[in-house]
């Protein structure tokens, strides 16, 4: 339009975007996490989600997780007995703990 109405059709100049609210920006430090403690602890009760967990902390390839899970797994081993270690595969998330 060329006779200097306001229209939808033209672009005008805006502001700039809004930073975004905190509760979405990644946060660095995982909320909730546990002890190595609390692991063992809560797998020897037999707390299935605790165990639930411990199988993810043991599947990440996070350096500090692989030396969270190597803590926990040493910390368990006294209490194993006769058991055996059995490998489960499987994507994240597939209910391998159930």
Same mark, same amino acid.
């Given at each position: 339009? !060329?006779?200097?109405?306001?229209?939808?059709?033209? $672009? /005008?100049?805006?502001? @700039?975007?809004?930073?975004?609210?905190?509760? !979405?920006?990644?946060?660095? /430090?995982?909320?909730?996490?546990?002890?190595?403690?609390?692991?063992?602890?809560?797998?020897? /009760?037999? +707390?299935?989600?605790?165990?639930?967990?411990?199988? !993810?902390?043991?599947?990440?390839?996070?350096?500090? +997780?692989?030396?969270?899970? +190597? +803590?926990?797994?040493?910390?368990?081993?006294?209490?194993?007995?006769?058991?055996?270690? $059995?490998?489960? !595969?499987?994507?994240?998330?597939?209910? /391998? @703990?159930?």
């Amino acid at each position: 339009m !060329t006779d200097g109405r306001e229209s939808a059709l033209n $672009v /005008k100049s805006g502001c @700039a975007a809004p930073a975004p609210p905190e509760s !979405t920006l990644r946060v660095s /430090k995982r909320e909730h996490e546990l002890s190595p403690a609390a692991y063992v602890e809560g797998i020897l /009760k037999g +707390d299935r989600a605790v165990l639930a967990r411990a199988i !993810t902390l043991i599947e990440s390839s996070r350096a500090i +997780d692989r030396e969270i899970a +190597d +803590d926990v797994l040493e910390k368990c081993l006294p209490a194993s007995g006769k058991s055996i270690r $059995v490998g489960v !595969t499987g994507i994240p998330g597939a209910g /391998k @703990a159930a």
